[in-house]
Structures are given as structure tokens and as C-alpha cells.
């Protein structure tokens, strides 16, 4: 099975900007992909998705602070983020929407002053 391994969070300032990755051990190419978070306390909630051809949905929540994109090539996603609030503060995970797959690590992102 394909594993997801989440990497590029941190602490950074309210305001601040982020990208996050997502290397899979195996090809994804015709997969639809997704961005994923969870905040302490909360349930984990879609952030982005991106079709095979990288074409991208974002929720109301963040779309314009958001951008989702991918490197097949390299079976990586990605995510950048702008303008970070504290309620961004999250592990950020990726996966499969459709047919969800065994969750990574994450990464913690902390928007903090």
C-alpha cells in the first residue's frame, strides 16, 4: 500500500506563510489527492483537494489563502498557505478522498506570535 509521508510545518507568525509537502511511496498520478487538518479538540476537516491534472477545490473556509498543486513526477503534493490565522494552527495531513488510505504522521503547523 501506498504510504503518505507530511513534512513542512513549523511555527510561524499570524500573517505568515507555509508550504507543506506529501511524498508517497507510490505512484498517485490518477488519484485525486487531498489536503486534510486537525485542530486539538476538533475533527479532521478537508483543506484541498487537487483532480489527477491537478485541477484544485477549496472550501469556503480557506479558498484565496490556499493553494494546492502537485508534481506527479515525483508523487509529491503540495500546499502552500498565506496569510496564516491561529485557527490554521493544525496537524496537516494528505490522503486520498475517495478512498481514504492509511493516515501519515502529519505535520503540526503553529500560527502563534
Known amino acids: 500500500q501506498v504510504q503518505l509521508v507530511e513534512s513542512g510545518g513549523g511555527l510561524v507568525q499570524p500573517g505568515g506563510s507555509l508550504r507543506l509537502s506529501c511524498a508517497a511511496s507510490g505512484s498517485i498520478r490518477f488519484w485525486i489527492m487531498g489536503w486534510y487538518r486537525q485542530a486539538p479538540g476538533k475533527q479532521r476537516e478537508l483543506v484541498a483537494t487537487?483532480?489527477?491534472?491537478?485541477?484544485?477545490y477549496y472550501p469556503d473556509s480557506v479558498k484565496g489563502r490556499v493553494t494546492i498543486s502537485r508534481d506527479n513526477a515525483k508523487n509529491t503534493l503540495y500546499l502552500e498557505m498565506h496569510t496564516l490565522k491561529h485557527e490554521d494552527t493544525a496537524v496537516y495531513y494528505c490522503?486520498?478522498?475517495?478512498?481514504?488510505?492509511?493516515w501519515g504522521q502529519g505535520t503540526q503547523d503553529t500560527v502563534s506570535s
Open positions: 487537487a483532480s489527477a491534472s491537478g485541477a484544485p
Open positions: 490522503n486520498r478522498p475517495n478512498s481514504i488510505i492509511d
